[in-house]
Nanobody
Framework: QVQLVESGGGLVQAGDSLRLSCAAS????????MGWFRQAPGKEREIVGS????????SYTDAVKGRFTISRDNAKNAVYLQMNSLNPEDTAVYYC??????????????WGQGTQVTVSS
């Protein structure tokens, strides 16, 4: 049974940084692209970014380029999302995802349960 468990969410102020973690189990981690999605209130879920299994390839949505960084530790079956220069528009539930493709697709194979990130102005 595949499990993706996020942690690290919370309430921060604009300009602050936050690091999300996702612990994966039940899958051969290096064979999966890992990514992060987010869903703000009243909006559709959107992909934030993803990283290939080897870590060689990454992609980010334009809204977070230069501020957010995805990394992974294949020895620990973990993926991270470092978020810098946060602003209120980043407020959302953040979801970890795993996909057997090179990068995470719009409908990945597995989802985590989500962690809330709230950025106050």
């Amino acid at each position: 049974q595949v499990q993706l468990v996020e942690s690290g969410g919370g309430l921060v102020q604009a300009g602050d940084s936050l690091r999300l973690s996702c612990a994966a189990s039940g899958l051969t981690f290096i064979r999966y692209a890992m990514g992060w999605f987010r869903q703000a209130p009243g909006k559709e879920r959107e992909i934030v970014g993803s990283m290939s299994g080897s870590g060689r390839f990454t992609s980010y949505t334009d809204a977070v380029k230069g501020r957010f960084t995805i990394s992974r530790d294949n020895a620990k079956n973990a993926v991270y999302l470092q978020m810098n220069s946060l602003n209120p528009e980043d407020t959302a539930v953040y979801y970890c995802a795993a996909d057997s493709s090179l990068l995470v697709r719009a409908t990945p194979d597995y989802w985590g349960q989500g962690t809330q990130v709230t950025v106050s102005s």
